[in-house]
């Protein structure tokens, strides 16, 4: 099972997207989790998850939580990536496919 943390201030955003994700997976039969995760709850994301993707609104603290969260692979996804939820997934499966390498 590949794990994704998707993390946002206040985890509403991130829950949000990962409902709409967690559908598309499910409809698609892909091995894949998403959690949603507040900023604040992040150190519960090292050890547990193969990807962390943070929402465009904490974009500004992407070095801080990217250090905490290493060696977890932490990226920033765009607006226009929240508003696709097939670009989103995109980026994950790629992201997986890479770790199997």
Known sequence: MYRVAVICSFSISSRNICQTLQEEI???QLNIEVEAFHTEDCRKIIGN???VLLM???RYNFKNLSKILA???TKVITNEQVEHTNDLLDIIIENE???KK
Do not use: A, T, V
Request: overall charge neutral; hydrophobic content about 20%; proline content about 13%.
């Open 56 to 58: 465009p609104q904490i």
């Open 49 to 51: 998850y193969d990807l």
């Open 97 to 99: 496919k890479q770790c």
């Open 26 to 28: 499910e409809r698609k």
């Open 71 to 73: 060696p977890i692979e």
